[in-house]
């Protein structure tokens, strides 16, 4: 069997940033773990409960997070921004207060800063989110991955991957299905590969979605 390794701690330092940047103590350092992502999860739920969800996708690409002693600095980077800008200014103060009081920060500033990204279905958590909202809704998940192939393919990628993993269309047994468009060099280090993993709920449990996207070559 070959050992699976994740494709972006394969690349940091190479072709992959870190998303959260701090420094901490090494006996505090699982707590600012634990913070990153309680701030992520509660952007998260804040979006999908308050927004219009646009053909079931919440457009989040990914959420960075950089820490200094006296300021907490993220940005969230959306594919479809008009979802939380529509409200203006006081939508963003709102979410700002909702992250701090799940923080209980202190001292520390929240400053959340959201940025548009060009080809949203060019990043696989956009592209997972689609996914998962087609086979929630029944569709054939053949049909499902076809049409987010299609639609990297209008993004401009050189290559995508797509897996989904569980009781597909509600069967007994649990198999994985895959589809290949394109290049997808995995064991290439300096191939620009984006990767998400993504669970979905349905009414027969729960599936996995996985997504790699070869993004560019440097």
């Excluded at 006996?27 to 998260?44: F, T």
């Excluded at 923080?103 to 949203?120: D, E, F, Q, V």
Aim: glycine share 10%; with cysteine.
């Amino acid at each position: 069997m070959g050992q699976k390794i994740n494709p972006l701690g394969f690349r940091l330092g190479a072709t992959q940033g870190h998303h959260s940047l701090w420094f901490a103590h090494p006996k505090k350092y699982s707590e600012g773990l634990q913070e990153d992502q309680k701030i992520r999860d509660c952007i998260r739920n804040y979006v999908q409960k308050n927004m219009r969800i646009f053909s079931g996708v919440e457009g989040i690409a990914r959420i960075e997070i950089q820490k200094r002693i006296d300021l907490i600095q993220v940005i969230i980077f959306m594919g479809f921004p008009k979802l939380l800008i529509e409200g203006g200014s006081r939508k963003i103060e709102e979410l700002q207060m909702n992250v701090q009081k799940e923080l209980n920060s202190g001292n520390r500033k929240l400053n959340i800063a959201i940025t548009r990204i060009g080809n949203p279905y060019g990043h696989p958590n956009i592209l997972a989110e689609f996914i998962a909202g087609q086979l929630k809704n029944r569709v054939s998940f053949r049909k499902a991955m076809k049409k987010a192939i299609e639609l990297t393919e209008q993004a401009g990628t050189k290559g995508i991957q797509v897996q989904i993993a569980g009781r597909i269309d509600g069967k007994e047994i649990a198999r994985v299905e895959w589809i290949r468009e394109g290049r997808v060099p995995l064991q290439t280090i300096r191939a620009k590969i984006d990767y998400c993993c993504y669970p979905v709920r349905t009414i027969y449990g729960v599936l996995g979605i996985k997504i790699w996207i070869f993004v560019d070559e440097q």
